[in-house]
Structure formats: C-alpha cells, structure tokens
C-alpha cells in the first residue's frame, strides 16, 4: 500500500493523559499535513512541514500540541495532558509539493477523551 | 478573511445529476479541491482545478469556476447509491501552506 497511513485508527484515554499518534506519508512527498476534524465540520489545519522543517503552526495548535518529523519521513503528534475538547478525528496528509499542491489523506486517528 | 461556505444537504435521485455549489472569499488560491468522505472514512481527493481554469471533466465529474464571483460547483452525472457521501469544497492558501475547508455538504440518494 503506498497510501498515507496513520497510527493507531482509535484511541481511547483518560483525561489527563498524554498520547501519540503516528503518520507515514507517501514516499516521495516531502510536505506533511496535521489536520483536526470534528463531526459536522470540515478539517482544521493544525500544523506543516517541509521535510523535517516544521513551517506553519495554527493558532489552534496549543502548548499541549507538539508535532515532529524527524528525518523528514514519518510524522508524529503529541498531545500533552489530554482534555475533553480534544475528543475529534486527526488527520495527516502528504503532497509532493512544488507544482503538486495535491494533499493526500490518511485514514485518520479517532481520539475519544473520558 | 477565509471563508467556504455550502449547503449542509443535497438530495437528489438516482440517475440524476447532482451539483454540489461552494462559494469562497480568498481569490488569491492557486488550486481548489473537491473531498469525498464516506462514513467512517479518510478524506479521497475527487478532483481539483486550477484557479487559471473555468472547467474540468473528468469522467462523471464536471467542476466549473467562477473567479468573478468566487463559485465552485461540483457536478456529478449518473448519480449512484456509491455517491453517497460528503462533499468538501478546500482551497489552498499559498502563503501559510494551509488549506481551507468547508463544512461539507452531504448528498443523498433517493432511489
């Protein structure tokens, strides 16, 4: 499968706790994508990277948000001491970038505070 | 500021075409998406145009642009019960790497 794939595809956990979730891109692309997604609404964008460079962070993207690629292939994205309202479906895409603005979907990481 | 707005439901019956409209207010974006998000599902890139097109056909799916008056439209023929999904209109900032969503609108099939 050459897809973006992301792990795990649910995750349940106190509040309070923290959590890790992981993005494997398409090879090739260089640009990596963290979005959120809550029911009834479209993505928000959370966070960019050009290789490993982290580029772009939203303003939604709190103290408790950390985000890292390493070596530019993998991605992955922490949430400190986890709250309720952080209940929602994350997201990571992949593009080639230059001319190729294409953003490529993984299936997603459901988060569910208790 | 960034704004996409869409209606919340489209329904239409099967066999019919299905055009699903967005409008926008950053005329600045280089490219404009159309998402498919079926229930339980990832986001699948249905197709996209660049803001120097009016239209794209691909297949069943026909985008047109409206730079004027910043108005996206998805156009699907031959509506199947596999429709059956959200639809999301995105733009790309260019400056910030971010794309814009809306809130997606949900099609309906009647049989």
């Known amino acids: 499968d050459t897809g973006v794939s992301q792990n795990p595809r649910h995750k349940i956990t106190k509040r309070g706790q923290n959590v890790t979730f992981r993005c494997d891109p398409i090879?090739?692309?260089?640009?990596l994508y963290w979005y959120r997604q809550t029911l009834g609404q479209g993505p928000e964008f959370l966070t960019y990277?050009?290789?490993?460079?982290?580029?772009?962070k939203s303003r939604l993207l709190s103290d408790r948000f950390s985000a890292e690629r390493p070596k530019g292939s993998f991605s992955t994205l922490e949430i400190q001491r986890t709250e309720q309202g952080d209940s929602a479906m994350y997201l990571c895409?992949?593009?080639?970038?230059?001319?190729?603005?294409?953003?490529?979907f993984g299936p997603g990481t459901r988060l569910l505070v208790l | 500021g960034e704004d996409v707005e869409q209606s919340l439901f489209l329904s239409v019956r099967e066999g019919d075409s299905s055009v699903i409209n967005c409008t926008y207010t950053d005329s600045s974006s280089t490219y404009l998406y159309w998402y498919k998000q079926e229930p339980g599902a990832g986001l699948q890139l249905l197709t996209y145009i660049f803001s120097n097109m009016d239209m794209k056909q691909d297949q069943r799916l026909t985008v047109l642009l409206n730079k004027k008056d910043k108005h996206l439209s998805l156009r699907i023929a031959d509506t199947q019960t596999g429709d059956s999904a959200i639809y999301f209109c995105a733009y790309y900032v260019d400056s910030n790497y971010q794309l814009i969503w809306g809130a997606g609108t949900k099609l309906i099939i009647k049989p």
């Open positions: 895409a992949s593009s080639l970038g230059g001319d190729q603005e294409t953003q490529y």
């Open positions: 090879s090739e692309h260089n640009r």
């Open positions: 990277f050009q290789n490993e460079a982290q580029l772009e």
